[in-house]
């Protein structure tokens, strides 16, 4: 029940309309499967590890682990503060994707951030990268090539943002 809550809470942050999760329906259930949960009650903490599946809506969240922090205050349901999730990290919705070797989403900044050889495609566009952050509010991305190495890695340097944007046949006047 906790995890669920937790969960719930996680994703009930609207993106920005800039984005295709704009429309995704964060009153819709939650559902998870994982081969192991481990909640780590007394730090405030539930750990998700093996081919971790999290569903809500049209939007999925797919890595090999997810680490979730939330805090209780006055005997009320958790209130999830952030996700980390590590290795193979996808993030889908029908009309986008983004994967990288780490994500975290800062539920209190409502921040998303991906980081670690990220590619962001939406129908036939890509682009690469080594950080991608989503401002969750205002649904502005910004990709850059200076990317952070994630928990005990070292930041990586240089490099470039590269991609393709195809577009749309246009008709004629």
């Known amino acids: 029940m906790i ?3 937790c969960l719930l809470l996680a994703f009930a ?3 920005g309309a800039q984005s ?7 009153d819709a259930p939650i559902s998870f499967d994982a081969d192991r949960i481990e909640v780590r009650d007394t730090a405030s903490q539930a750990l998700l590890t093996g081919s971790v599946r999290i569903v809500q809506g049209t939007m999925t969240l797919t890595a090999d682990q997810v680490k979730l922090y939330y805090t209780r205050t006055g005997g009320k349901d958790p209130q999830v503060d952030r ?16 994967t990288g ?3 975290i989403y800062d539920v209190t900044q409502r921040v998303v951030t991906m ?18 952050v989503i401002d969750l509010d205002s649904g502005r991305s ?11 890695k070292p930041a990586t340097g240089g490099g470039r943002v590269s991609g393709r944007f195809v577009v749309p046949p246009r008709t004629p006047k």
């Open 13 to 15: 942050v609207p993106v």
């Open 142 to 152: 910004t990709l850059d090539a200076a990317g952070v190495g994630g928990p005990g």
């Open 83 to 98: 996700l980390d999730a590590q290795n193979r990290v996808v993030l889908t919705s029908p009309s986008e994707r983004a």
């Open 101 to 103: 070797r780490y994500g």
């Open 115 to 132: 980081t670690g050889d990220v590619v962001l495609t939406r129908g036939e566009s890509v682009l690469r990268g080594q950080r991608l």
């Open 3 to 5: 995890l669920r809550c």
């Open 20 to 26: 295709a999760l704009a429309r995704h329906d964060v």
